[in-house]
Structure formats: C-alpha cells, structure tokens
C-alpha cells in the first residue's frame, strides 16, 4: 500500500522538528550558563522576532504555494509564477534594509529598554545584528513554500532541522569569560541563526536558477495576480502575528526576567505539541488546495473528522508526559537555576494547545481554498483582544493571567468564526454549483 504524500511530509517534519526541539532545550542550558539568566532573557526575546520577519515576503511564500497547486492540478508548468515572485520581493527587501537601518534605536529601545545592564547603542547593535539575519532567512521561504506545493515538503523540514545541528555546533564552541554581556550577546545570534540564513538563501538559488532560461516569465497578469493574493495572505499574518507573536513584547515590559525565562521553557516544551500538529496541517495544505480546485469538498470534511481527533489525542498524551517528566526538564535544561513548571501553567498551556487545534484546521481550509475575508473580519478583533488582554493578565496576574488572555482572545472569536465561515462558504460554492449545471 502507497504511503499518502503528506503523510510522508507530516513525518519528515515530526522527525526534524523532534531534531529542532532537542538542539533547542540543549541551547537553553548552553545559553544559561554562557549569558546568565538576564542574557538569556534578552536572547529570548530578540529570538521571538524571527516570527515576525518572516512576514517580510508580504504573503508572497503562501500565495506562490497557492497558485503552483492550482497549476499542478491542472498539469500546467509553473516556472515564471516563481521567477515572478523572486523579482516581486526584492524591492520588498530593500525597503525592509532601510527601515532596520532607521528604526533600530527606536525599536531596540522599546524592546530591551528594561534591561538595565545594556546601554542603548549595545541594543541597538543586538536589535541590528538580528534583524538582519532574520531578514535573509525569511528568503529561504520562498524555496519551502516551492517544496511544499511540489510534495516535496520533506525537503523544507530537513533543512531547518540542518541548519540548527550546524548553529549549535558554532553555539557549543563559542567561548566566553562573561566580561561583555552585550558582544557574548550577539555572538550567541550569529552562532545560532546564521546557519539557518545561509541555508535559506542557497535553497532559494537553487530553486531558482535553473528556471532562468525562462521566457517571458515576467507576466503582468501572473505578477499581479501573485500580489495581490499576497496581500491577502500578508494581512492575515500580521494580524495573526500580533495574536501569537506579543507574548515576548507583552513579557518585555510587564515581568521580570525570571518568568520570562520560564515561559520560554515551557512554551518550548508545548511547542512540539503545536508543531506535531501544525506539520501535519502544512503538508495537507497543498492537499486541500487541490481538492478545491476541483470542487471535492467532501475530502475537507474527512480531514477534519480525523485530524482534528488526532491533534486532540497528543496534546492530552503529550500534556500528561510533560506533567510527569517537569521536574526531569527542568533539571536537564536548567540545574541549579531554581525554575519549575507550576500546575496552573501546565493546565493552561495544555488547554491552548487543544484550542489551536481546533481553529488552526479551520484557518487552514479557508486558507487552501483562497478564502480569506472570514479570518480578515475576526483577526482584527482577536488581535486587539490578544495584545489588550495579554497586558491586563500579565499586570494583574502574572504568567498565568498573560496565558488566560492569549486563550481569551481564541474563545470569543475565531474558535466558533472560521468554523462556521469554512462551513458557509462550502455551502455557498457547493449551491453556486448545483446552479450552473
């Protein structure tokens, strides 16, 4: 019997993100003990900007997945659609270059500025030096999108997985004798996120030089069309951004470095339930998109009574492993350091793995099919709610009052939204149909 194509790629990305996880707990301890605990906080919160500079692409990646998958179902070639969305993005990364050059004091002072023991032109550097390794790793994204509506996603979860056995091995050899916080600092960032840049850019080239024998790839209508999907695509992650990516900005300014360091461990001990999940979501996204284009909805509904069973199974399995093995982690990434994982924590983070499950299915059905005015209405509110709800917690109460509002905001919008919208837009297409013929 022939495995499913996701099924290989959701496998392929367990595999390497099991990698991932394991070099990234090994990099706390490692870090730990090179930066302290206030390095290591900074380092953490500067690392939680690489979700942001990933929407450097404006939409671009998703939107070339996209348009490939349609392509591909209709046995079409594709070569201009990725030499269209190369030349789209370089101006997009000159201006993003000019912005960094521009804004970094700025930023890097609303960032760091509750660091005392940095002055501002040390944050400045570190928010400099930062930004721009994110920026070219964001170009590899082009290249996995590529591989993944190809099926060939397995390709995309390997070189991430390679490009952190690479960044903890500079990581494990970078020396220090703890008298400049601020170059250790730094020196942490390249060793750890370069590899991951130079590997993004060689995949991107690889892609995409042997399509440049291509003629007339630079099509208007096919420019435009990747455009303007894009923005689409771009809107909604930066409204997702500001639901999902806050917490660290939120913990900047409202903790003390202590609990910002905790939640990053156990964010990352619940991130490999989110990823397990969410890895199998992309490899069904090129899936779903087909199926689309082709009408075939019932596929849609057969993944989400299976799926979604699935995911709520290894969060609950995986939850109760993390509540029995606490005491062993904390141990192993830091000894002596006097962090725990508290029970309320555990429920909370447990429980908003269960509510990403749910929603982040339906945001991938509309998603694959093109429909993006439903998360375009909810993301909105959700993110005000997020941002708002993420302070007064973590003002009020602490780690467990910022985890309550990060759910808050999923409960009262898109958890019952994007549901009901994948189910009246089926309906709406299914009737539009049935008309026509």
Partial sequence: MRVPTHIIVAASAWGSRLVSIFIQFYSIKILLDLLGTEGYAVFTVIGSLVGWFLLADFGLGNSLQNQISYRRANHQEYQD???????????????????????????????????????????????????????TTSIGN??????????????????????????????MRLPSDGSNISEDIIFSIYCFYIPAAFFGVISTLFKVIPYLKCKNFLNKLTLYTLIKNGGGFFLFSVLSALVLQVDYIVMSQTLVERDLVTYNIMSKTFGLI??????????????CAEASSKLRFDNFYKIEKKYISFGF???????FVIFLLKDFIVNILAPGKDFYFPISLIILFSFYQVVR????????????????????????????????????GAVNYGLVGLLCGLIASFLITVSWWLPFSFRSTVDRIVKDKRLDE
Avoid at 87 to 109: M, R
């Fill in 274 to 287: 989110n990823f397990i999940y969410a890895a199998l979501l992309q490899s069904l996204w090129p899936v």
């Fill in 81 to 135: 659609l990725v030499l269209s969305a190369v030349i789209a993005i370089i101006p997009i990364f000159i201006l993003f270059i000019i912005l960094i050059l521009t804004l970094s004091p700025y930023i890097s002072e609303f960032l760091l500025g509750g660091f005392d023991f940095l002055n501002n032109n040390q944050r400045s550097n570190i928010f400099k030096v930062a930004s721009f390794i994110f920026l």
């Fill in 313 to 319: 199974i290894i969060v609950i399995a995986s939850s």
């Fill in 357 to 392: 499950v749910w929603t982040d299915t339906y945001a991938m059905f509309l998603m694959s099919i093109g429909k993006l005015k439903p998360l375009w209405i909810s993301v909105p509110f959700q993110a005000v709610l997020s941002g708002s709800l993420q302070w007064v």
């Fill in 142 to 171: 082009l290249a996995y999108k590529i591989w993944f509506s190809e099926h060939k996603g397995w390709v995309s979860n390997i070189i991430p997985a390679l490009s952190s056995i690479v960044g903890l091995v500079f990581l």
